[in-house]
Each structure stands twice: as C-alpha cells, then as structure tokens.
C-alpha cells in the first residue's frame, strides 16, 4: 500500500535536518567520532524507519538517499562490513521494486543487474551513488579486479555527462518530491576522491610495471583531491622510478611531493635512501636533519580535506604494499641514525652531540618517539613509524666510541661503566657456540635463545672493557690500558666452539649468528692488539710480540696491529720479518667505518700511531745493506 505523502514528506524533512545537523557538526567539532557515532545512529534508525515498509518506487530515492548517508558514516567510522551489508540489501530491494530477477548472489551479477534495471529512470543515479561507496568498501579490502570491472563504466558514464548525470538526478525527484532529500557527501567529490586514491593503491600494486604505472599515476596527479593524496602520486612516481634505475628523476618526484606538502616525510626518507645509494654522504645528512625535524613537528591543524568531507583518504589507503613504501622510522629510530652517519663519514663532533641528544632523548618522560606515531592529522595514519633502535647497552657503546674518536675519554669511560654495571653480573661462566645444524636440531627455542642472549651480554661487556682500554691508551696510561685490555680477553675466551673446525665461514651462518662471531673476532684482535701497544709502550717487548701476532691471527685485516708488530720485530732486530710484517699489512687495503658492523668493533685509532713514511724509510735502508 502506498504510504501518504504526509510520511514521506516528514521522513525526508527528517533526513534533510540531520544532514544539515551533521554537516554542522563537522565544522564545528572537527567532526569528531563522538559526532561521527551519533550522526551514523541517527540515520541508520530512520532507515529502519523507512525499511519496515514494503520497497515502492514512490519512496526508493528517499530511502536510497538515506542508505548512501548511513553508510557514509559506517565507512567514516571503519564499519565497512556493516556498510557493505546495507549497500547489498539496497541493490536487493531496487531488483524487487523493478521486479528483476539477478540469478546470482554474487556482487558484481547483483550490481551490474541493479544498474541495469534502472538505466532509464530517476533511481539510476542513485544507485550509482551506492555502487561508489561500494567501491570504495572494495578499495579498503583491495579487491583492485572488481573496482576495474565497475570502475570503468562509471568513469565512462561522467566523463561523457560530466556532472549532469546527478543534476538531471535531483531535478527529477525535485518534480515528484519538492522537498528532495539530501546527502551528506556530494557524490561526485567521493568519486574524485575514490579515483585518486584508486591510483595510489595501484601504483603501489604494480611499482615493477615501469611506464604504465607511472603514466597511471601522473595522470591520477592531476585529479583533483587534497594536497596529502596528490603527494602520494608523486612519491608512487618516484618509487616506480627507482624500480626502473632512474634516481635522478626519482628524487625530482618526490621534491615535487615535498613541494605539494611538506608533511609527506616518507619522501624525504626515500630521499635519504636514494642518496645513500649514491654514497653522497652530505645529501644524506641534510635529508636525515629535515626528515628528524619533521617528525618532531607538532601536529598541524590544517585538515587533509575540508571540514564537510567525512571521508579520509587513509579509510582507503589500506594497501599492504602501500603500507610499506609509506613506512617511516621513527623520530628516535631517524635520530640514531643521523648520529651513526656523522660518525661514520667522519663528522665526529655532530654525531657525537647527536648521540647525546638520543640518549637523553631516550631517559625523557617526553619521548618524540611517541609523537611521531601521531603525526599532523587524520591523513597520515597511513604512515607506520618503524622503531629500529639498536638495544640500550649497544647504545651506549655506540656513543662511548663517538665520544672516544672526540678525544673526549672520561665522559666515553662513564658510559662503558654504565653497560658494564648493567650487563657483567648477567655473563655466564662460559659461552657454548654449537654448529648451525645443531643448533636448529638439538636445541629448544627457549634454550637457544638463552645461549644467545649469554653471548650478546658477554659481548657488550667486552666492547665496553676495550673501549676503556683505548681511554686509557688515549690518556697514555699503559698500565691500566694493559689491565682493561686484558679483562677484555678474559670474557672473550670464555666464548668456546663445540665442534673442532667451528666458527664455519661467517657467510655459511644466518645473518645474526654471523655479526655474533664477526664482532666476536674483532674484539678478540682490537683487544690484543691494543695490549699488544700498550706493552710495547713499557718495553714489554716479548709479550707485545705475542699479542700481536695472536693478533693478527685473529683480525688479519688490522691495520694498527700489522704496523706495531713490524715495529715490535725490528726494535728485537728481526728486520727481515719486520719487513715481511710492514708490506704484508700495506697489501691490504685500508677500509673506512664499515656500516654493517658497530662502530667500537672497527679501528678507532686511539692509540700511538706511527708514521708509514717512516717506516718506508726503514725499508729502504734495510734494502739498501
């Protein structure tokens, strides 16, 4: 039976005055989740309202109506199961007005039938409105086939009628109904939304498809949609060029998302990654400086889209490929690194005030690592603040050891002291290391992980004696450099090898047991080496002898130790195999601060040194005899 007008024309009175409410709402509580929920409750009751009569043409757009701002809400709120749920009864109730039969529960049958049905009467755009929520609830779930198979037809319909398609809609119902119902989001802005974020979750699909997905993409940057989206296109282009080898142009399109906004930090992170590859050392630390600064910038009040749009761009921006290339470390994470670098590339001085500003960062109530996980507004809840902080007693080494390069050894002593008060009573009496196969066989998770962590400990303890050894060598206190030194060895050789014949080749092991054994060996040849001086400095010349050859056998690469234990051989007059000793350690070639390993496992050059043109002067006397 076909309601009374009077009905019709409250429940639409109804409609329009929540709109209107929520629309209010949005501009002036920032249209909050509060005013979100209640705004969602409102209008999914009168839905009910209008649902508990039979379906009929003479109320289908109202209740269309009402189904396209109920579910608007439901996606603002995430509630896309809910949302989806009420799209597939809407197109099953348009099939029963118009007495159309689907044969199939499957969506896209249901939609393509429901489209069909009502191609030439006033529900058409309607129905169209409903179908772009649901592309929208399938882009949150990336089911990119049926967006293609609808998407294309809907693009097609307003590029050739622009948007008449709804104005031609509403001046239809405007003849049946005079008060027609309103809607909460103008459809034709959901679909300029809809198009660009489609984009973006495609191009981060199909980075390794070169030219068409870059195309696809440019095109998408000159959509209309706000500043952080369009930013979006830009950086997918970059990404999609350094897929291709081009890193040039690659930085070039992430400047021009910088430019579009100066919030889209993961283009500076992949701007930073870029100049690492170039090995421009300066551009990097410039990049890792403005993407630190802008992870610490308070949180904008300038919205991603306008106060009236209810939609965020991240609701559609679920992607896990996505979710990845928009990935940033954290403030604290960007900030060690920043320390590491200077070190590393020789800016000792910066890394060192860099490396204090994290370690006070860190013992802060007001960790900056928490704000970035909020960072500016709603739309950058896409990015994932990734931590990768290296654990606080490698920290702290870290640090003693920039400290130790800027000469500056007691503030470097006081660190290690902290490490080794934290880490020397966790030591275990000895260390078993077992064959990688045996391991993995034998042995417990729980078991393993303990051995590991026994080691780990021991291994911090013993980086921070030999950083205090070098203090003491800085400081020419020989004696007490000998005794650090030699605490040093005393925990490394409580480390023992089950198996005649193991450690195998670091490269044969998994890449943490590796960098375990790699460091193992290097403490043990910088910790005799360094005693190895230091007796050498007392006369002790036998003993100097000794360590440094062990030495060498442990660390043949040393530099330091090669050219001490030519010195030590040609002061007890075995000039032949000092010789031997100087061009065996030339032939290798000096390396700087390697990246993959810490910065107190490498040669820090704090000790005596000596000149190698006078020891080629040695030389050439010696051949001169």
């Not at 130790?561 to 000096?590: D, F, M, P, Y």
Request: net charge neutral; proline share 5%; aromatic share 6%.
């Amino acid at each position: 039976m076909i309601q009374p007008p009077c009905l019709l024309d409250r429940w639409t009175q109804e409609n329009n005055d929540l709109v209107s409410n929520c629309k209010q709402d949005a501009l002036n509580r920032d249209h909050n989740l509060f005013g979100q929920r209640r705004c969602s409750s409102d209008f999914h009751k009168l839905l009910r309202k209008i649902q508990g009569i039979p379906p009929h043409l003479d109320h289908a757009q109202l209740e269309l109506s009402v189904v396209y701002n109920t579910c608007v809400f439901f996606t603002a709120r995430s509630q896309f199961e809910e949302a989806e749920l009420l799209l597939t009864q809407a197109a099953q109730r348009v099939l029963e007005i118009t007495g159309v039969d689907p044969g199939s529960s499957d969506p896209s049958v249901l939609w393509r039938a429901a489209l069909k049905s009502v191609a030439t009467t006033a529900l058409h755009c309607h129905v169209l409105s409903l179908l772009c929520l649901q592309w929208g609830i399938w882009l949150t779930k990336s089911c990119l086939n049926s967006i293609k198979e609808f998407r294309e037809e809907m693009s097609s319909l307003l590029e050739r009628q622009g948007g008449a398609v709804w104005d031609d809609c509403r001046s239809q119902s405007k003849e049946k109904i005079p008060n027609i119902p309103s809607l909460v989001l103008d459809p034709r802005r959901l679909v300029e939304l809809l198009k660009v974020c489609t984009a973006v979750v495609q191009g981060a699909e199909r980075l390794n498809e070169g030219w068409s997905t870059l195309s696809a993409l440019q095109a998408a940057s000159a959509l209309p949609a706000p500043r952080g989206l369009i930013a979006y296109t830009h950086l997918l282009s970059g990404s999609c060029l350094t897929h291709m080898n081009r890193p040039q142009m690659a930085l070039l399109c992430y400047r021009k998302a910088l430019e579009t906004d100066p919030r889209c930090v993961c283009a500076l992170y992949q701007s930073m990654l870029i100049y690492r590859q170039l090995e421009n050392s300066h551009a990097e630390i410039q990049a890792l400086r403005l993407l630190h600064s802008t992870l610490l910038l308070p949180s904008t009040t300038e919205p991603a889209v306008a106060p009236s749009h209810p939609l965020s761009p991240s609701l559609f921006l679920c992607s896990q490929s996505l979710s990845r290339l928009i990935s940033v470390p954290s403030a604290l994470s960007v900030l060690h690194s920043l320390a590491l670098k200077c070190v590393i590339y020789g800016r000792v001085s910066e890394g060192v005030e860099y490396y204090l500003d994290l370690l006070a960062a860190i013992h802060s109530e007001d960790q900056h690592g928490v704000r970035a996980n909020t960072l500016t507004d709603s739309f950058y809840k896409a990015h994932a603040t990734v931590s990768t902080l290296p654990k606080l007693p490698k920290l702290y080494l870290e640090a003693g050891a920039a400290l130790l390069m800027a000469r500056r050894p007691a503030d470097c002593m006081a660190l290690c002291d902290e490490v080794i008060s934290t880490t020397l009573d966790l030591v275990p009496d000895k260390v078993l290391l077992e064959d990688p196969e045996d391991r993995c066989v034998a042995r417990s998770g729980g078991v393993k992980e303990e051995a590991e962590s026994g080691l780990e400990r021991l291994l911090w303890a013993a980086a921070a004696y030999l950083l205090q050894g070098h203090c003491y060598s800085q400081l020419k206190d020989w004696q007490q450099a000998v005794t650090f030194y030699t605490r040093c060895v005393n925990l490394l050789v409580k480390v023992h090898y089950k198996n005649r014949g193991f450690p195998p080749q670091v490269p044969s092991l998994d890449k943490e047991q590796g960098i375990d054994l790699c460091v193992l060996q290097r403490l043990k040849g910088l910790s005799l080496a360094g005693r190895g001086v230091s007796f050498a400095q007392i006369d002790r010349l036998r003993e100097a002898l000794r360590d440094l050859q062990l030495s060498l056998q442990a660390l043949p690469e040393g530099v330091n130790a090669g050219q001490w234990c030519g010195e030590v051989l040609w002061r007890l007059n075995r000039k032949q195999e000092a010789a031997a000793c100087w061009e065996n350690t030339w032939s290798h070639s000096i390396t700087s601060l390697a990246e993959g390993l810490p910065v107190y496992t490498q040669e820090l050059q704090s000790g005596p040194m000596l000149d190698s043109t006078e020891l080629h002067r040695k030389l050439q006397e010696l051949g001169s005899i």
